[in-house]
């Protein structure tokens, strides 16, 4: 893993903002509130639609019932299924395949961390043409949606999180904002507000709305042919190896790296940042998730390119990020100062100063 950066110092192409955070989640009165608009949302962003809106309130009366997607529910079931099977092949996996799969995962990884998320829903750094044709390869091998369908619900769990309108809202517990989401249709809040987000940024993205169209083709190459092929073509694994763990077991195992994001760092974990909204640090999450698991601090400054206070510790995306401004193929990181999250740690803090 890449050192922790030094004190003060930042890679080149970094600007280091002074932005105050959004205000409370629950519209605690406090200093924050008097913060002016453009320091909330941080400065030359091309969008802030993934702030949180503390007008929003959820529907009175019954909730609508469930609808169950059984396509879904039956292709997860076997998807998971296969996957326990593929554990059973890994002893008899040639130990090249083995690697593969782990780089494999690490860039489907990389196409949700670094791509859909921190480029696409937030807009934390700039990328340029080659780079974003890379990552939206590596995210059509990731298989979570198209960037564009990514990016439009995560800034809608952003914007209302914890209510009706999160499409993964975690105040329903566990299983619906791990998986139980993606097997019942959507909350009529999430789509109605879904539809009112600015996404020209994302329109107006050729890369974004190539892969938009030709998302399924993508997938099945990027998804399911190349990684399982590539061990069986080059260094002769078996092909039901080969298939069974470059594709199904590092299939499911990014799925749920990715939805651990939204579930247990959810519920379990410090809040140092922001004690009054759900996101929590968890250090199991950072790990498994590529650095994402510092989601206290990512909930309070969405706009920071790190996802985290720490830089670079247990940051691989982050230091995917650095490595891209150090090629010249990314720029414009955008990062909170250490005294602003000084100030907000004391001011909506639990106290714990710690990441996990
Ligand atoms: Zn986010
Ligand atoms: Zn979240």
Not at 183 to 210: T, Y
Not at 228 to 247: D, K, T
Not at 256 to 266: D, E
Request: proline share 5%; charged share 20%; net charge positive.
């Amino acid at each position: 893993m890449p050192a922790h950066l030094p004190e003060g110092k930042l890679p080149s192409g970094f600007s280091t903002t002074t932005a105050f955070a959004r205000t409370t989640q629950n519209g605690e009165a406090g200093t924050a509130k008097a913060a002016p608009m453009q320091e909330a949302e941080g400065p030359e962003r091309e969008m802030t639609d993934d702030l949180f809106d503390e007008s929003y309130r959820e529907k009175e009366g019954p909730k609508p019932a469930k609808i169950y997607v059984w396509r879904n529910i039956i292709l997860m079931s076997l998807l998971h299924l296969s996957a326990v099977y593929a554990v059973f092949t890994i002893p008899s996996a040639k130990v090249l395949t083995l690697l593969w799969v782990l780089l494999c995962f690490t860039l489907s990884g990389l196409g949700i961390t670094a791509g859909a998320h921190r480029l696409w829903s937030h807009r934390s750094y700039k990328a340029s043409l080659p780079l974003r044709i890379f990552l939206a390869i590596i995210n059509s091998m990731a298989f979570q949606n198209d960037i564009y369908e990514w990016a439009r619900d995560h800034r809608v769990h952003h914007k209302f999180s914890e209510t009706d309108a999160d499409p993964h809202n975690a105040s329903r517990g566990f299983f619906f904002s791990h998986i139980g989401w993606l097997l019942v249709r959507k909350h009529p809040d999430v789509i109605e507000k879904g539809q009112l987000l600015d996404l020209s940024d994302l329109k107006a993205d050729k890369v974004v709305m190539f892969q938009r169209r030709h998302y399924k083709a993508s997938v099945v190459i990027m998804c399911f042919l190349v990684p399982p092929l590539v061990p069986w073509y080059f260094w002769g694994e078996s092909y039901f190896n080969s298939f069974l763990l470059a594709a199904i077991l590092r299939y499911t195992l990014i799925l749920n790296a990715t939805w651990l994001v939204n579930s247990a760092a959810h519920m379990y974990g410090y809040r140092p940042y922001d004690k009054t909204i759900n996101p929590r640090e968890n250090p199991f999450v950072v790990f498994g998730a590529l650095g994402e698991g510092f989601h206290n601090f990512h909930h309070t400054f969405p706009f920071d390119y790190s996802a985290s206070e720490f830089g670079l510790r247990w940051n691989f995306t982050t230091g995917f990020i650095n490595l891209m401004c150090y090629l010249g193929l990314a720029s414009d990181c955008k990062k909170v100062s250490k005294e602003v999250v000084l100030a907000r740690r004391i001011r909506t803090g639990d106290g714990s100063h710690k990441t996990g």
